[in-house]
């Protein structure tokens, strides 16, 4: 899969976890209003009752004249009896029913979010993976160069500016490298793609990618270092690949 493709699903990803996001928001706040409508309905229902109580009473006191109007203080009685049935059901089913759905999408959304994030890390890994084995093939490759291993048999100030001149033409071509270096068997320094790290003439026989690859047996395989601050490249991270040169190639 291209950069470009790649993008464009994580674009695609993104608007629907922005998606889910902006459906449970909304959700949950009309979940929020239906709420607060009860309430007040509530209310309403609750001094209406209030109301009847009270005509009740008075149409009690009036009597015979006040019976016509207890009929009707009882029918309001009635209509909000029924007005508190609807809405503890709404209460209890319709508000419960719509925090269930905010849940369910709201999970959606996590899972999907996960997922987004599982393809980050398995795609970053096999970046790093694909970045490793690439390096691990070009310092094979050039192991095999003539004109470094020509340098070490003759090993006088004109084929170390050959090599010096050949490695810094593929560190123009390469820009994941900070510099090319190619040392003799005691571990010395002889030419130095890049001239600003000042590595010619430093010995390195003690580090983990000298030793490593000194004791490969033939061009087919390397020697490495683990990641970490070099202050040969003013402690920038780096991670050194290395190879033996043989004088068969």
């Not at 608007?15 to 902006?22: I, S």
């Not at 020697?223 to 068969?248: Q, R, W, Y």
Request: hydrophobic fraction near 35%; charged fraction near 30%.
């Amino acid at each position: 899969m291209s950069t470009s493709q790649t993008t464009i699903t994580d674009e695609i990803k993104e608007k629907k976890e922005n998606f889910f996001k902006q459906v449970v928001d909304q959700t949950s706040e009309i979940g929020n209003e239906i709420n607060r409508a009860l309430k007040s309905t509530k209310e309403i229902t609750r001094q209406t009752s209030m109301l009847s109580t009270t005509a009740k009473i008075e149409a009690n006191r009036a009597g015979d004249a006040g019976r016509n109007f207890l009929v009707v203080s009882e029918s309001i009685d009635d209509l909000s009896r029924k007005t508190d049935d609807v809405i503890n059901k709404m209460e209890q089913e319709t508000i419960q029913e719509i925090e269930n759905i905010s849940q369910v999408i709201k999970t959606k959304s996590i899972s999907i979010q996960g997922n987004r994030l599982a393809n980050f890390a398995l795609t970053n890994i096999r970046l790093v993976d694909r970045n490793l084995f690439e390096r691990a093939a070009d310092i094979r490759w050039w192991a095999t160069d003539d004109i470094l291993i020509k340098s070490l048999i003759e090993r006088n100030d004109s084929t170390f500016a050959d090599v010096k001149h050949r490695l810094g033409v593929i560190l123009k071509s390469y820009t994941v490298y900070h510099d090319l270096i190619l040392c003799d068997t005691n571990g010395l320094c002889i030419a130095s793609g890049e001239d600003q790290f000042h590595l010619t003439g430093r010995n390195f026989s003690d580090k983990p990618w000298f030793t490593s690859a000194m004791n490969t047996k033939n061009g087919e395989d390397y020697g490495s270092d683990t990641v970490h601050k070099s202050p040969a490249i003013n402690d920038d991270f780096t991670m050194v690949f290395s190879c033996k040169l043989h004088e068969s190639g």
